[in-house]
């Protein structure tokens, strides 16, 4: 699968927010992933609906919704109203993993399970044929602009690994410390999906962008 990134809306401006989609748009970008954070799963709060409601109405870009929050099950029928978007639950924080993988497919939307720095990720195997994306953090989630965990890759490699062995069809996300210095390294580790939040938004977005598909390109390059 060719790999691409997906800018996080969390290290916008959010004065500036359609500006700077719009300047994504124009770069081709195909999807933005969006953090939603209630202050119990994570230490922060971010946003929620009424942020989301805005980027609907204002862009096609794909949405990649990664729930922070704690019983994600209980806001599922309010996050797939966001038809055809990615709704990211935490392993964690799912009393029913293959239940809320099912619900959200149901609602017409993808599903995915992300896990924890700590969190082994053999633990999504099972529901595995119920997922379209495995979301690696690589950093402890709540806050944009942190050091990848660059020892937690492997996961990639074990969860390619059985994917490919089960012949299943499921993207790789890695979320957390992506910049353009480690991103060869990402996506050699089996990652398609690649959330980047301060590597994009910090400075110039375009030139980011710029820079980051480059150093994505040069995958497998000395
Ligand atoms: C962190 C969020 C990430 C964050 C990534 O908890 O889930 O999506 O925006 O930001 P960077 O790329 O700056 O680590
Ligand atoms: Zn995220």
């Known amino acids: 699968m060719t790999a691409e990134i997906l800018p996080s809306i969390l290290s916008a401006d959010f004065m500036r927010l359609g500006e700077q989609v719009s300047i994504l748009q124009d770069a081709q970008a195909r999807a933005l992933h969006v953090d939603v954070m209630d202050g119990v799963f994570v230490p922060s709060i971010s946003f929620g609906f009424p942020v989301i409601d805005s980027l609907v109405a204002q862009t096609n870009l794909h949405l990649d919704i990664h729930l922070m929050i704690v019983k994600p099950e209980r806001y599922l029928d309010a996050f797939t109203k966001y038809q055809g978007s990615t709704i990211v639950v935490h392993a964690e924080a799912c009393e029913d993993l293959a239940g809320a993988a099912k619900k959200i497919r149901a609602a017409g939307c993808r599903a995915g399970a992300a896990v924890n720095p700590e969190t082994d990720c053999r633990e999504v195997f099972p529901v595995l044929d119920l997922l ?13 602009g942190q050091k990848m965990m660059e020892e937690i890759l492997d996961k990639g490699r074990i ?20 910049n353009r210095k480690n991103i060869r390294k990402v996506c050699a580790s089996g990652f398609d999906q ?3 939040g301060s590597a994009v938004f910090r400075g110039d977005i375009r030139e980011n962008l710029r820079a980051l598909r480059e150093a994505l390109a040069g995958e497998g390059q000395n």
């Open 132 to 144: 379209d994306e495995v979301m690696v953090m690589t950093v402890h989630p709540g806050f944009g």
């Open 159 to 178: 969860l390619q690994e059985e994917i490919r062995r089960r012949n299943l069809s499921v993207h790789l996300e890695v979320d957390g410390g992506v």
């Open 194 to 196: 690649i959330v980047c």
